[in-house]
């Protein structure tokens, strides 16, 4: 082949390869959205997480971010998909007793369908069309959930199984998926939470999941590098919630308190849900009051004692009695995690044996989750004041140009972190722009060939040039159709004409 050929079908290969890679994402801005379950704000602190580091600094973060009470991880992930509280959405707890069923709920249908005004914004997105498509991966109350009868077009249910950065790579497909790239995503990783409830907060054995999930960070970035997604994609990693220590001599035993009443408890350590059986209600709840008093590190309420800042109470799901242990502090339920304990590590436990709980009033620190996000839309090298979790439903709302419903947060509290409102279509007029030049630059290289190759020639050329698929089956489309541009015809007097086909 010439080499005038071969220069000219350079340029139109890339050409076209930069043509489908901008059809490859979403005309709507880009979230990508992560948590890592159970990550507090001050592990970060601990010089063990060089890549969250980076993009912290780099990026836009703050101190904390507030969470929900309760501080569980249900709870708290749903009111980050909603914009509302827990009495709102109802998710109250990991586990719930639900009147309108008369019975105890756990995961499934009826546990997270408790009010159909309620939207997750994945669900939101996914609505409102015009190429708008979401992507659950794993997130407590995604997957497999459908909500107003929008089936979301990427989703995923919780595996254990699944590794980590497999996770990454099936995210990053969907975003780039050529027929229906995700323009909103949310990515759930159990850890460290997982590891922190059996050994601690902290423990050597969270040092290393701490470390495992900020690889993972590393290689998400890296992987939006070479993706080239690093100016399209805007990545939020946050928590639910935070971590506190238990050591078995701060284990309450509850039980023994109304061991002689008839009682239902639902949920766990250190928030219980405690209801009464047979009018025994004013009965059980003077022995855990008194209890209370006595031997201290709870607190007990009636519901309509419950404190109005948790924004727990007007919901059916309440419990007629609620008991709290105070931080640090656990009910005699928290033994599953020493029999979890002595099964993992073949020890008997010892005083000093620690534990890890969440579950406790939001107002403690060590509740509290971390928060970092970075991308286009997003402040470089930018802290935020603390804000609450179900801010960001309004905040996720405005970067997507969605319309949302009435909820809890405010975007007053997070639209500092936008940068100055770019708008979201200059990336691809940009693009445009570029490929515009290239072109041009292609047809004037490309014209000049043509005069020199003729100048070159005293006769016209007789050689008839093969469809290039037909001399190599194992060449891509775009050289293919590059090749078939330069195919010549069998006078120099007729015209030359060259049709970029796109393919989108």
């Known amino acids: 082949m010439a080499r005038w050929q071969m220069h000219v079908k350079s340029i139109l290969y890339f050409v076209l390869s930069y043509f489908k890679y901008v059809a490859s994402i979403s005309d709507h801005p880009v979230i990508l959205v992560i948590s890592y379950d159970g990550f507090r704000y001050n592990y970060l602190d601990k010089n063990i997480t060089p890549n969250m580091n980076k993009v912290r600094i780099s990026g836009s973060h703050a101190d904390y971010m507030r969470n929900a009470f309760i501080t569980k991880t249900f709870t708290n992930h749903h009111s980050i998909a909603t914009g509302v509280y827990p009495e709102v959405h109802g998710i109250l707890?990991?586990?719930?007793?639900?009147?309108?069923?008369?019975?105890?709920?756990?995961?499934?249908?009826?546990?997270?369908?408790?009010?159909?005004?309620?939207?997750?914004?994945?669900?939101?997105?996914?609505?409102?069309?015009?190429?708008?498509?979401?992507?659950?991966?794993?997130?407590?109350?995604?997957?497999?959930?459908?909500?107003?009868?929008?089936?979301?077009?990427?989703?995923?249910?919780?595996?254990?199984?699944?590794?980590?950065?497999?996770?990454?790579?099936?995210?990053?497909?969907?975003?780039?998926?050529?027929?229906?790239?995700?323009?909103?995503?949310?990515?759930?990783?159990?850890?460290?939470?997982?590891?922190?409830?059996?050994?601690?907060?902290?423990?050597?054995?969270?040092?290393?999941?701490?470390?495992?999930v900020d690889n993972v960070t590393g290689y998400l970035v890296k992987k939006l590098q070479e993706n080239n997604l690093?100016?399209?994609?805007?990545?939020?990693?946050?928590?639910?919630?935070?971590?506190?220590?238990?050591?078995?001599?701060?284990?309450?035993?509850?039980?023994?308190?109304?061991?002689?009443?008839?009682?239902?408890?639902?949920?766990?350590?250190?928030?219980?849900?405690?209801?009464?059986?047979?009018?025994?209600?004013?009965?059980?709840?003077?022995?855990?009051?008194?209890?209370?008093?006595?031997?201290?590190?709870f607190r007990v309420y009636h519901r309509e004692e419950i404190l109005e800042r948790w924004h727990y109470k007007n919901n059916r799901r309440a419990p007629p009695i609620f008991v709290l242990a105070d931080e640090s502090y656990a009910f005699d339920d928290m033994y599953q995690y020493v029999e979890d304990y002595e099964k993992l590590t073949n020890k008997?436990?010892?005083?000093?044996?620690?534990?890890?709980?969440?579950?406790?009033?939001?107002?403690?620190?060590?509740?509290?989750?971390?928060?970092?996000?970075?991308?286009?839309?997003?402040?470089?090298?930018?802290?935020?004041?603390?804000?609450?979790?179900?801010?960001?439903?309004?905040?996720?709302?405005?970067?997507?140009?969605?319309?949302?419903?009435?909820?809890?947060?405010?975007?007053?509290?997070?639209?500092?972190?936008?940068?100055?409102?770019?708008?979201?279509?200059?990336?691809?007029?940009?693009?445009?722009?570029?490929?515009?030049?290239?072109?041009?630059?292609?047809?004037?290289?490309?014209?000049?060939?043509?005069?020199?190759?003729?100048?070159?020639k005293t006769d016209p050329p007789t050689q008839s040039y093969r469809a290039i698929g037909k001399l190599d089956p194992d060449r891509t489309q775009s050289e293919m159709e590059a090749q078939h541009l330069l195919e010549n015809n069998d006078s120099e007097d007729k015209q030359v004409y060259i049709y970029i086909y796109i393919y989108v």
């Not at 980590?164 to 995503?185: E, G, Y």
């Not at 939470?193 to 999941?209: F, L, W």
């Not at 023994?256 to 250190?270: H, L």
């Not at 709980?357 to 971390?370: A, F, I, S, T």
Request: contains cysteine; proline residues 7%.
């Open 93 to 212: 707890a990991n586990d719930v007793y639900d009147p309108k069923y008369g019975k105890i709920l756990h995961y499934g249908y009826e546990f997270w369908h408790f009010n159909d005004a309620v939207i997750p914004v994945w669900t939101l997105n996914e609505q409102a069309g015009e190429g708008r498509h979401s992507g659950v991966m794993m997130w407590p109350g995604g997957g497999d959930e459908v909500y107003l009868n929008t089936t979301l077009t990427f989703s995923h249910s919780f595996n254990s199984s699944v590794p980590f950065f497999d996770r990454v790579d099936t995210v990053l497909s969907w975003i780039l998926h050529p027929q229906t790239p995700a323009n909103l995503v949310f990515l759930y990783f159990e850890e460290p939470d997982k590891t922190a409830h059996i050994y601690g907060p902290e423990s050597q054995e969270v040092r290393e999941e701490i470390s495992k």
């Open 348 to 456: 008997t436990i010892t005083d000093n044996v620690t534990f890890g709980l969440h579950g406790y009033d939001n107002n403690e620190m060590n509740m509290q989750p971390y928060f970092i996000a970075f991308g286009p839309l997003i402040k470089k090298q930018y802290k935020i004041d603390p804000f609450d979790n179900v801010d960001l439903y309004s905040l996720f709302c405005y970067m997507l140009h969605l319309s949302p419903p009435v909820t809890n947060g405010t975007l007053d509290n997070v639209k500092w972190l936008l940068a100055s409102e770019p708008d979201p279509s200059l990336p691809y007029i940009l693009g445009g722009i570029v490929v515009a030049a290239l072109s041009i630059t292609a047809l004037a290289i490309l014209t000049v060939c043509l005069l020199r190759h003729r100048q070159k």
């Open 230 to 297: 690093t100016d399209s994609v805007n990545v939020f990693l946050l928590s639910d919630h935070g971590f506190e220590t238990v050591t078995p001599p701060r284990i309450i035993n509850i039980t023994e308190v109304i061991k002689e009443m008839n009682y239902t408890i639902v949920g766990n350590s250190p928030a219980l849900h405690i209801y009464p059986h047979d009018g025994d209600e004013d009965a059980v709840y003077s022995a855990l009051k008194n209890a209370s008093k006595e031997i201290g590190h």
